[in-house]
């Protein structure tokens, strides 16, 4: 009784109850009245791209969406509480409330960007999204660090600020991009577009997605030893993109013909949410063999009890792949829906297609052992570990190794 | 049925989990070995790659359109089986799980679920505590029975999760069908349309032979049409299109771009590609020798040939527009559009053949004139193109004749080689072109006749070709399609997205209540489980109780009271 009461004035509460689902469904009518704005809208939705959703009537559209959704949200709650306590509505809106959080930086950042005359499409250096993609940069190596001392330290400030900086990675690298989606416009309303268009960019993105789908199982599995080993993959991921910026890969370049596609934004976002969890699972996987070897070794206790239980930790590598398996499905999916539209086929045994089939079929094979044959523990750790490293084929090694229809990433 | 007793155990081993992952397996090694080995190359390429003998035995596992081979379509074909068989094994066990709701259960089996807790409540009746609690889970489906003087609640959330396994497993199924209903019926080649041509026959690879067939339609090409960026990347190519069938316009002046494709009575037509389509090239041929200059007129994929000396030139393609980066190592880029520009390959016979480009605007660089300018390329491939000032302006009449002039004054002083007799024959010549009158840029024009002269009789051709008109045709290449399996794809494909999302995100949790009579009151003992997110379901179980708990507690409070 008395644990409910007191998380009624939580952080969580917030999330729940009328205040929750109310703001639930204004984010709904916020997006539905963007949606309706870019398909009903004055002049209609083209070349400006970005630049029309930035438009005084863009926002009557979308503020009419969101004071509307506003309003039947609560009247929908009062009049039937239960209806408060969905799922879609807790589960969601925390989410929602950081994308918007991220606008909003986005917005304060656009203010520091420097005047007009000191960049330009041939010089790019001066742009601000350069700067904060350092601070991610900086931010995810510090966190990576930070878990791992709190391996050792389980009690010391070093978890929290593993997990602040986590955080602050996230909203740097999320913010960056859609600095970076602005500053495209800057430079030329011609080249600008989504920044999913390059393997620079999707680096970012993936980096974010994948501290983001992490932060999420922490937090709501208190399983912060996990991040000791997610945390290191996306070091090491910062690393590739440090070293893809010093080869030039990082300037903002306009799009390809076939680039050119609202397919684009939806496709490339989706797959790398497959791809990050993918990233979570091996962690997790990899958390669980190095505790079972601890235990073999017979490690202190102290050490033990920062991590997960086995089982918990294998139930994480599952949970991980629930999430990725589904989003990559409906990623290679919506590929095969672009590539009907521009390629002159659905399914073309291009290499990235190919491998993307590879992976499906990798995550699918683990699903059937794990729930059929009932495997569990250290060889389905090492699947997801040997999953990865075909996932990561998949997204660099096709773009390394290989040529094909998917050139756009090429090194 | 006696037939099913020698049939079963196949049928069972194909329905196996074993041999699904099996397939799974081989099929995604299958499917790397087509990644790794390019496919659909040239017979040529693959020969001079691998040698007579691997081409042979790879030719033979067909591996070269391995995608395409009867094998990979076999080991599709038995997953299909698996696949079929797996699903009419299940499906009805399936169905059968979902409408059974046993509500009895055992103290036996209940003392073994994880997640159970129980009551014991004085001052409250069975009746009353299975109405509490009955309310209390007012969101899972309910259904009780009583036995043996015990009322049990059977609870259920999620009952769909079943429908994940077989929405998943049918919607691959119909994938497939619809995948080889594509394969089977329709077709996916390429035509290339020059402006204002017509074409009804699309090519495509079938293994590394190029076949053909022939369209019931024939489509024009009205315009075509590039816009760059500045940098001289595409930005938009759009080709014009008509259709016409049996003579007759059936579409007129439809737009394509790339994805945004033409549909036409069950074909798609796409814009793939772009190319010379045999654009008009006149050539100027300069002979150093005679200070002569005749022009000749020629094609784009054609060949000219020198009566003469038997020097031939093969047009291989015009570009109107060549963007290149003209800043040095570490500088800021730079992009300059260089002009129109032929490409021919000249051949000869005491010739090293090489590749040319021969632009139509002398090159300027920072507002200087530094003449015309050729790259040619050794090995005849786009990457090795180097290029080689002319040091003349073509362009000008004036700075050929400067330069035959300044040719026939230094013959006139052969025993001369100083820098002195230099001038002198270079202000015999400017006299000669000029009379008195000097033009104001004569020491620009100065430095490009004295480059010619160390670099034009350098060159191995008895002539120096210069492009000196042009009148460009372009082709729009264009993929032609047909796929009447797509739909039956796209449905497969929300089939097994839904299907996903039910397996995932909709576990199906049980519970049961069950009341027992005690002395003074009842005890209660709720036991649950599910089949799939047992970390998530930790959390969905305390509050369960916690709910469960409110409920009962006002009824015993007040009975105590009382």
Redesign the interface.
Same mark, same amino acid.
């Given at each position: 009784?008395t644990?409910?009461t007191a998380s009624r004035f939580s952080l969580e509460s917030i999330n729940r109850g009328l205040p929750g689902f109310a703001r639930f469904c204004t984010y709904l009518g916020a997006i539905i009245g963007v949606s309706a704005y870019a398909m009903y809208g004055p002049d209609g939705y083209g070349e400006d791209g970005l630049l029309y959703f930035l438009t005084a009537s863009s926002f009557s559209w979308i503020g009419i969406g969101a004071l509307a959704g506003l309003a039947s949200g609560t009247a929908l709650g009062l009049a039937k509480p *239960?209806i408060t306590e969905s799922k879609t509505s807790v589960n969601t809106v925390p989410f929602l409330d950081g994308a918007l959080l991220m606008m909003l930086l986005t917005a304060v950042e656009a203010l520091f960007e420097p005047a007009a005359d000191t960049f330009n499409?041939?010089?790019q250096s001066n742009l601000l999204s350069g700067s904060i993609i350092m601070t991610m940069n900086i931010t995810l190596l510090a966190s990576a660090l930070f878990y791992i001392t709190h391996l050792f330290a389980p009690a010391s400030i070093v978890g929290r600020l593993a997990t602040a900086s986590a955080w602050v990675g996230v909203y740097a690298g999320g913010s960056a991009l859609l600095l970076r989606w602005y500053e495209s416009y800057l430079l030329?309303v011609?080249?600008g577009h989504a920044p999913v268009s390059n393997l620079y960019e999707v680096f970012i993105l993936l980096f974010c997605i994948t501290t983001i789908v992490y932060l999420t199982l922490e937090s709501?599995?208190k399983a912060r030893a996990m991040g000791a080993f997610v945390m290191p993959l996306v070091s090491a991921g910062v690393f590739f993109g440090i070293w893809l910026s010093a080869q030039g890969h990082a300037e903002i370049? &306009?799009l390809? &013909?076939?680039l #050119? *596609?609202y397919?684009m934004k939806i496709h490339v976002p989706m797959n790398f949410v497959g791809y990050g969890s993918f990233a979570v699972a091996c962690g997790a996987g990899m958390a669980y063999l190095v505790r079972e070897w601890l235990e073999m070794r017979g490690a202190k206790a102290s050490l033990l009890a920062v991590f997960p239980s086995l089982d #918990?930790l294998d #139930?994480?590598a599952y949970?991980a792949v629930?999430i990725g398996?589904?989003a990559f499905?409906?990623a290679t999916?919506l590929g095969?829906?672009w590539a009907?539209?521009?390629?002159?086929?659905?399914?073309s045994?291009d &290499?990235k297609e190919?491998?993307a089939?590879?992976v499906w079929?990798?995550y699918?094979?683990y699903l059937?052992?794990r729930v *059929?044959?009932g495997w569990q523990g250290r060889s389905l750790a090492w699947w997801t570990v040997a999953g990865f490293l075909v996932t990561v084929f998949c997204f660099i090694g096709?773009n390394m190794y290989? *040529?094909?229809l998917h050139s756009y990433g090429r090194l | 049925m006696k037939t099913q007793s020698w049939f079963k155990p196949y049928f069972d081993r194909l329905s196996s989990m074993s041999l699904a992952i099996a397939l799974l397996t081989v099929l995604a090694l299958a499917s790397a070995i087509g990644t790794v080995l390019l496919q659909n190359q040239m017979q040529t390429d693959y020969l001079t790659q691998f040698g007579p003998l691997w081409y042979n035995v790879f030719v033979s596992l067909g591996l070269f359109d391995m995608y395409h081979a009867p094998w990979f379509f076999g080991l599709l074909s038995f997953l299909m089986v698996s696949l079929t068989v797996c699903l009419w094994r299940n499906v009805p066990v399936f169905l059968k799980e979902m409408r059974s709701r046993k509500v009895v259960i055992a103290d036996k089996s209940l003392k073994g679920f994880h997640h159970l807790k129980r009551w014991k409540l004085d001052g409250i009746d069975v009746t009353e505590a299975k109405a509490t609690v009955s309310q209390a889970l007012f969101d899972w489906s309910q259904k009780s029975e009583e036995e043996d003087g015990r009322v049990y609640i059977r609870g259920d959330k999620g009952r769909a999760h079943k429908w994940g396994y077989i929405l998943v497993h049918s919607a691959i199924l119909v994938i497939l069908v619809g995948g080889w209903i594509g394969a089977q019926y329709g077709f996916r080649g390429t035509m290339s349309v020059a402006e204002n041509g017509t074409d009804n026959t699309i090519r495509f690879l079938k293994g590394t032979k190029t076949e053909q067939l022939k369209m019931p339609f024939e489509i024009r090409c009205d315009d075509f049409f590039i816009d760059f960026y500045p940098t001289g990347m595409p930005k938009e190519f759009r080709s014009t299109l008509s259709i016409l069938e049996n003579g007759e316009v059936v579409v007129d002046h439809k737009d394509i771009i790339v994805n945004e494709p033409l549909y036409y009575k069950g074909v798609r037509i796409y814009q793939a590609s772009f190319g010379d389509g045999g654009s008009a090239v006149t050539l100027k041929l300069f002979d150093p020798v005679s200070g002569k200059s005749t022009s000749i007129n020629t094609e784009v994929y054609k060949t000219w040939k020198d009566p003469a000396t038997g020097v031939s030139m093969e047009i291989t393609n015009f570009r109107p527009f060549n963007i290149e980066n003209m800043s040095g190592p570490g500088e800021a880029k730079k992009f300059q559009d260089l002009g129109p520009a032929v490409e021919f390959v000249v051949r000869g016979a005491d010739l090293k053949s090489v590749k040319v480009k021969s632009f139509l605007n002398p090159f300027i660089l920072n507002g200087q004139n530094r003449g015309h300018m050729i790259m040619v390329s050794l090995s005849g491939n786009e990457s090795d193109f180097q290029a080689y000032p002319l040091g003349l302006d073509f362009s000008q009449p004036t700075d050929w004749a400067l330069y035959t002039a300044f040719g026939e004054a230094l013959s006139k002083r052969p025993d001369q080689q100083d820098k002195e007799a230099n001038f002198a024959a270079f202000r015999e010549a400017m006299s000669k072109v000029y009379g008195e009158q000097r033009p104001d840029d004569f020491q620009e024009k100065g430095m490009r006749v004295l480059q010619a002269m160390s670099n034009l009789p350098g060159l191995p051709w008895p002539y120096i070709p210069m492009l000196e008109a042009h009148d460009q045709v372009y082709y729009t290449g264009l993929e032609i399609t047909q796929d009447p399996g797509m739909n039956t794809v796209w449905v497969g494909s929300a089939l097994l997205v839904i299907g996903l999302c039910i397996m995932f995100y909709v576990p199906h949790r049980k519970l049961w209540v069950v009341f027992k009579a005690e002395e003074k009151g009842v005890e209660i003992t709720l036991g649950a489980m599910t089949n799939r997110n047992k970390l998530g379901f930790e959390h969905e179980f305390n509050q369960l109780l916690t709910r469960v708990d409110e409920a009962l507690r006002p009824s015993t409070e007040k009975r105590s009271a009382a």
């Open positions: 009784m644990v409910t *239960s499409y041939l010089d030329d011609e080249i709501r599995y370049k &306009p390809v &013909p076939a #050119q *596609s397919w #918990q #139930q994480l949970k629930a398996f589904p499905t409906l999916i095969a829906a009907a539209e521009a390629w002159g086929g659905y399914w045994w &290499p190919t491998w089939l590879i079929l990798v699918g094979a059937h052992v *059929s044959h096709v290989l *040529s094909g | -």
